[in-house]
């Protein structure tokens, strides 16, 4: 299974863009990048997906690079309920469609 | 429209006494099922998955089980419960296939 690689955590102000980075440099063809995100207490939301192309949701936008080596989720307008971990996760496309969870990073959101 | 069920919200159980945690899924039929736990400060750990009933795989080993009664009904269960079996335990489905999963509210367990 791919492995992925984020930093720990990170900090934004209210407003601004929040690019959250991403790296798994062992990707292979068929893998896809999921993002998900967990607010304190809850289960996970997903937020978006891709293979190759970028991707734009109502809720952010999944840049990855031409290699597939590494990812950046963006989060246009940050809130104060965009405080969360946030996953990156390369998913295993048989056995199940299983994820793999890492630790994240945990993104703070500062008035 | 989908929806995910889990329950019981909260759980304190003594070590040594049994297990069921239970989730539902409705809107949708022939979903692949998950179970995952989440040790305090820690990232989810998948521990079953199940792509159809009666199919059980199994990610790590420990007092754990998992069953599939039904398409829909994926149950969680322990026989004698030690105390590192506290957590948050998450059930989750999805479509099958490169589909996002969407994951139940959760059940926090307090092992004693």
């Known amino acids: 299974d791919a492995k992925t690689t984020q930093p720990p955590s990170m900090d934004c102000a209210e407003g601004r863009a929040a690019n959250l980075p991403c790296n798994h440099s062992?990707?292979?063809?068929?893998?896809?990048v999921y993002w998900y995100r967990q607010i304190h207490s809850q289960g996970p939301q997903y937020i978006i997906h891709?293979?190759?192309n970028n991707e734009t949701n109502e809720m952010a936008s999944l840049i990855i690079t031409e290699d597939r080596k590494s990812s950046t989720l963006i989060l246009p307008h940050a809130t104060l309920r965009d405080t969360a971990v946030y996953y990156c996760?390369?998913?295993?496309?048989?056995?199940?469609?299983?994820?793999?969870f890492g630790q994240g990073t945990e993104l703070s959101v500062k008035p | 429209s989908q929806t995910i069920h889990q329950w019981p919200a909260t759980l304190v159980q003594p070590v040594g006494s049994p297990l069921s945690l239970e989730c539902t899924v409705e809107?949708?039929?022939?979903?692949?099922l998950y179970w995952y736990r989440q040790a305090a400060g820690r990232g989810l750990q998948l521990l079953f998955y199940?792509?159809?009933?009666?199919?059980i795989s199994s990610e790590v080993p420990q007092n754990l089980s998992a069953s599939r009664p039904q398409d829909r009904q994926f149950i969680l269960s322990s026989k004698k419960l030690l105390l590192s079996d506290s957590g948050f335990y998450l059930c989750?489905?999805?479509?099958?296939?490169?589909?996002?999963?969407?994951f139940g509210p959760g059940t926090r367990l307090t092992v004693t």
């Open positions: 199940s792509v159809g009933i009666g199919q």
């Open positions: 996760i390369v998913r295993v496309n048989n056995q199940g469609g299983k994820l793999i």
């Open positions: 809107g949708t039929s022939n979903p692949n």
């Open positions: 989750a489905w999805n479509a099958g296939g490169p589909y996002e999963q969407y």
């Open positions: 062992t990707i292979s063809g068929n893998e896809y």
């Open positions: 891709g293979l190759k």
